[in-house]
């Protein structure tokens, strides 16, 4: 257990990422079909909870990794507790924007892993590629709703509002939570933390605005059909 729960980094990860990344596009295909499964997606909601706390527990044994790792406020952590919170409120745009933040986080996780380095098994890497794999799935199944619709105006306001605030802790911890600070060591590029607020939430938002368009877009024009076909 000691093990499981250890501190001291082995300096690499042996996390198979390719089989990985076909399982959660298996996963995601299966939660497509899921709409209207209410009882799948508060599992999945509570257990995404449970992941980040326990995460949390995991990083308080720990004063100094805990301020520069510990806190939730990297996009997809803080993503899994602001879908249940949103969920709980039914505060449905907030709960589609995150949704589409933590589905694209989770998507971009998978395809540029950067997980701590600890060999497996360790609470970091399970949490790594489950906590994941929950967001992708409470994502889908609530995006599959369309309760509501997201504004640009929504977007940014949310994206700017919570980079801001992940912003204001890193520059008075000296953490790098979101990278709004540098970026991961895997990108030659190198930008001051002001250049990568407007750079990240720029991105951000466009990305979730034009996959919010190009899929409400799709989804309309296949259920026009579907009404032309029943017609017919």
């Known amino acids: 257990m000691s093990y499981f729960f250890r501190y001291e980094p082995d300096g690499v990860h042996n996390i198979p990422i390719l089989i990985i990344r076909i399982v959660f596009v298996a ?42 790792e510990g806190l939730p406020l990297y996009h997809c952590r803080l993503s899994a507790i602001m879908l249940a919170v949103s969920y709980l409120l039914k505060k449905e745009k907030l709960m589609r924007y995150f949704s589409w933040l933590g589905l694209l986080g989770a998507i971009i996780a998978f395809s540029f892993p950067d997980p701590s380095p600890f060999l497996w098994p360790h ?7 489950f906590s ?3 967001l992708g799935v409470s994502s889908v199944i609530i995006l599959r ?4 619709v997201l504004s640009y105006k929504d977007i940014f306001l949310y994206t700017i ?22 970026l991961p060591k895997m990108f030659p590029f190198d930008f001051t933390p002001i250049q990568l607020f407007f750079i990240l939430s720029v991105l951000i938002s466009v990305i979730i605005l034009v996959t919010e368009k190009t899929y409400l877009y799709i989804h309309h024009l296949n259920h026009k059909n579907v009404e032309e076909d029943i017609i017919i």
């Open 27 to 68: 996963i995601l295909l299966f939660a497509y079909t899921q709409k209207n499964n209410k009882k799948l997606l508060r599992i999945s909601l509570i257990l995404g909870l449970v992941l980040q706390f326990t995460l949390f527990l995991w990083y308080l044994g720990n004063p100094m990794l805990f301020t520069k």
């Open 123 to 129: 609470i970091t890497n399970i949490t790594y590629i």
């Open 161 to 182: 509002l919570m980079n801001l605030a992940i912003s204001f802790v890193n520059y008075f911890m000296g953490s790098n939570y979101s990278y709004l600070r540098t």
């Open 132 to 134: 994941h794999i929950l």
């Open 145 to 148: 709703k369309e309760e509501t």
